[in-house]
Structures are given as C-alpha cells and as structure tokens.
C-alpha cells in the first residue's frame, strides 16, 4: 500500500521556520522525483519544490527561491522542506507528492500538512 505521509506543519511567526517530512512507503522511493506543492484558500495548487530522484538537482519557485531548501534521504525513504524567513503568504495545506514517467506515469500524493504564519 503506498503512503506518503506528511508532519512537520504548524504555527510560525514571520520570520521563524518549519521543517516539514514526508514519510514514503509501498514504492521504490529512489526511482521518484519527489515534490512538495501547496495550496492556499481559493487559490489552485502550486509547486513549491521539485528534487531528483538522486537528490542532485533541486527546483524551486520563484516566490521561496533563497528561504526554503528541499532535501531527501533515499535510505530513509523521507524528503523534507526547511522552510526559514517564513512569511504569511507562505500559509497554505503542504503536500508531498511523488512521480516517476516512464512509460507509465507514476504519481501518488500525501494528505497535506497545514502551515500557517501569522504576522
């Protein structure tokens, strides 16, 4: 059964950091490029951060490029986000998402972790 389970999420202040993890299980975790996206109220789901499937090449979008950093321990099954200089509009439902293209696509998400900072 696969699983990806997110922790981590919770209450900051402007400024302050979080670090969420993601838990994988019930796949090959090293043959998936690993994601976290977030969606805020009324607003569609974005990518946040995007790792390879070895950890050598990192993604991020423009609006935390230099605050957050995504990292994952492919022996542990985990991908992580530390999010530092948080800021409200960072408050948002953050999602682990895993995806492999072959010939077949390969895409599983988590439940979501909420992350809310207050100013």
């Known amino acids: 059964q696969v699983q990806l389970v997110e922790s981590g999420g919770g209450l900051a202040q402007a400024g302050g950091s979080l670090r969420l993890s993601c838990a994988a299980s019930?796949?090959?975790?090293?043959?998936?490029?690993m994601s976290w996206y977030r969606q805020a109220p009324g607003k569609e789901r974005e990518l946040v951060a995007r790792i390879s499937d070895t950890g050598g090449s990192t993604n991020y979008a423009d609006s935390v490029k230099g605050r957050f950093t995504i990292s994952r321990d492919n022996a542990k099954n985990t991908v992580y986000l530390q999010m530092n200089s948080l800021k409200p509009e960072d408050t948002a439902m953050y999602y682990c998402n895993g995806r492999r293209a072959t010939m077949m696509v390969y895409e599983y998400w988590g439940q979501g972790t909420q992350v809310t900072v207050s100013s």
């Open positions: 019930g796949f090959t975790f090293s043959w998936y490029v």
